[in-house]
């Protein structure tokens, strides 16, 4: 660019480049030069015509020809009988709820309370359970009533050491509120702290809302200190990213199944668009938005 011309010559480009000099605009690259073709002189080099093939090896015209297919349309019968069934498919999806809708099209059963994968997680308070303890008899002396729970112990996060301990004969007996997941690492974290950090996260929270919480409940001071919490949400990451690839894979088979039902013409679905539009802190997710299918939420 030749700069602005109300500028001296000198400042009119731009700091640090060389000017070009008139003395070497001949040393750019030249274009390079076609050799030339010499044509033929004489009629007899020339390239004469192919010669001509037998009558029956020469192509059939009729090997040319592409069959036509017609296309088959609906009576309007079969169009109403078409659109009913789409609507009464789409009202019996609006007619229940956005989660017992998804749970149906996935095939879970929410009927029942039971966990199917992992461990159960309940929140008890000890007293409650000194006296369940009361009725039991301690297997050393054979006391009733002498058995009480101890948490004294060492705590990490939410996994804590209780000991039953009787009070006659001294004989104690501990172990962990929660098992440790399965990995390569000699140690590997306890399942309830993995199972806070995920659930903590899936509401939109983090490290100081899960203390907030835990103080709340009494349960500890300080739930997870926030390297840990960090540490554990990587290795967690590859695990939810597998889950969530699992789960949209799942959707697009049944969506698709779906709308074969309506009728209607494939990759032509009903989708709801939500994403940030504006910054909320130095933590947004500028540009991060959500594709949901308006019919069954998924």
């Excluded at 169009?79 to 009913?84: D, F, L, P, R, S």
């Excluded at 002396?141 to 939410?158: E, H």
């Excluded at 540490?231 to 695990?239: C, N, V």
């Excluded at 989708?271 to 959500?290: K, N």
Aim: glycine share 8%; proline share 3%; charged share 25%.
């Amino acid at each position: 660019m030749g700069g602005d011309i109300r500028l001296k010559v000198n400042t009119r480009r731009a700091y640090g480049k060389k000017r070009k000099r008139a003395w070497n605009k001949g040393t750019a690259s030249r274009a390079p030069s076609l050799p030339s073709i010499s044509l033929p002189e004489s009629e007899d080099s020339l390239p004469r015509s192919l010669p001509e093939l037998p009558e029956e090896e020469q192509p059939s015209v009729s090997a040319t020809i592409v069959d036509r297919i017609d296309t088959a349309y609906l009576t309007e019968s079969e169009e109403a009988q078409i659109a009913e069934n789409a609507r009464l498919a789409k009202d019996g999806l609006a007619s229940t709820s956005a989660t017992r809708r998804k749970f149906s099209l996935l095939g879970v059963c929410h009927e029942t309370d039971a966990v199917s994968c992992g461990s159960q997680f309940v929140i008890v308070d000890i007293a409650s359970l000194n006296e369940l303890m009361c009725s039991v008899l301690c297997g050393s002396c054979g006391a009733s009533g002498s058995l009480i729970f101890d948490t004294s112990d060492r705590s990490y996060g939410l996994a804590t050491k209780i000991g039953m301990k009787c009070t006659s004969c001294g004989a104690e007996r501990k172990t962990w509120t929660s098992r440790r997941t399965k990995g390569e690492g000699t140690i590997t974290p306890f399942e309830v702290n993995v199972r806070a950090i995920k659930a903590i996260q899936s509401i939109g929270k983090g490290v100081t809302a899960l203390n907030d919480f835990c103080a709340t409940m009494n349960l500890t001071h300080q739930a997870l200190h926030h390297k840990t919490f960090q540490h554990h949400l990587t290795r967690t990451k590859d695990a939810c990213m597998a889950a969530a690839l699992q789960s949209e894979q799942r959707s697009v088979e049944i969506i698709k199944k779906l709308y074969e039902e309506f009728d209607s013409p494939p990759g032509n679905i009903d989708v709801i668009y939500d994403g940030t539009w504006m910054t909320r802190g130095r933590r947004s997710h500028i540009g991060v938005g959500c594709i949901v299918e308006l019919c069954t939420g998924l």
